[in-house]
């Protein structure tokens, strides 16, 4: 099963540093693992310095895959859409990225699986440009998946969806991640969906890494006292499951 270890890795743009630092201990396949923080505190910047996609220096440490960076998948927060191919050209596109143009049957097959499994095979033959913006959220988890990465880099892919479908497709994600071996970062904003899908978390805060370990160790209330500027209670629900609960903000002054 892959792992994922980063070493001293710090990103940046031009002669910016936004990200210093950052070590985490062994990620591994099987499950799904948070990334949190605040806004512009490094989340994104970190998936695409994993993927290749930021320069920076240090070591981002890939063990059991014969892949190699070709293991990962970064799949962006805004996604664009090319308005003139249809959903399922685009996923068939994605599918291709890096092999030839023969298309065998499994692809196909493999794009099916994927399009019914988050319930949007019925989009198939739509064009991107006219879907709604959950609607393309949900076409870009279909293009990651669909090229069988190892090591799945999601950066905020619920923020566009419905209720019902966060929690859907992040029970999906965590199965698919348990059956298959996939190791799957995910950027969230929703530290309930952290407490409740994701065994480990990742907290970067201002472009270093503050905590990196246990969902549950890691988001109590004085992290987001620190690192979050609010009071907040992690409470247990009427299922027994934690719950954030925010009280208010602190101020600055
Ligand atoms: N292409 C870029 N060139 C220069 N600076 C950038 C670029 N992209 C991001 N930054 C800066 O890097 C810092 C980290 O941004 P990043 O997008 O990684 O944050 P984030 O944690 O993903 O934020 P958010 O939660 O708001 O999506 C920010 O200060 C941002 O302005």
Redesign the pocket.
């Known amino acids: 099963m892959v792992s994922l270890a980063l070493k001293d890795v710090g990103a940046t743009?031009?002669r910016?540093t936004?990200l210093s630092g950052v070590n985490t201990g062994v990620l591994r396949g099987g499950g799904l693992t948070a990334v949190i923080?605040?806004?512009?505190?490094?989340?994104?910047?970190?998936f695409k310095r994993i993927a290749g996609l930021a320069a920076g220096p240090g070591l981002v440490h890939l063990s059991d895959t014969a892949k190699g960076r070709e293991a990962i998948c970064y799949m962006p927060?805004d996604t664009g859409a090319n308005a003139v191919l249809t959903v399922y050209e685009s996923v068939l596109l994605s599918a291709k990225q890096g092999s030839g143009w023969k298309v065998k049957d499994g692809e196909l097959t493999e794009i099916d699986r994927a399009l019914s499994a988050l319930r949007i095979d019925d989009l198939a033959f739509r064009g991107l440009g006219e879907l709604s913006g959950g609607q393309r959220q949900l076409v870009s988890i279909a293009q990651a998946l669909v090229r069988k990465p190892e090591v799945l880099l999601m950066?905020?892919p619920t923020s566009a969806l419905d209720l019902f479908r966060q929690i859907e497709v992040l029970g999906f994600m965590k199965r698919l991640a348990a059956h298959s071996g996939m190791a799957v970062l995910i950027?969230l904003?929703d530290l309930n969906h952290a407490l409740r899908y994701c065994d480990d978390t990742v907290v970067?805060s201002g472009?270093s890494v503050v905590a990196s370990g246990p969902t549950h160790a890691f988001i109590t209330a004085e992290m987001l006292k620190n690192v979050y500027r609010v009071e907040a209670r992690i409470e247990a629900c009427s299922l027994g499951r934690p719950v954030v609960i925010v009280d208010e903000s602190i101020s600055s002054a």
């Open positions: 743009y031009g910016r936004v923080g605040p806004n512009a505190a490094g989340k994104s910047t970190l927060q950066d905020e950027a904003h970067i472009g």
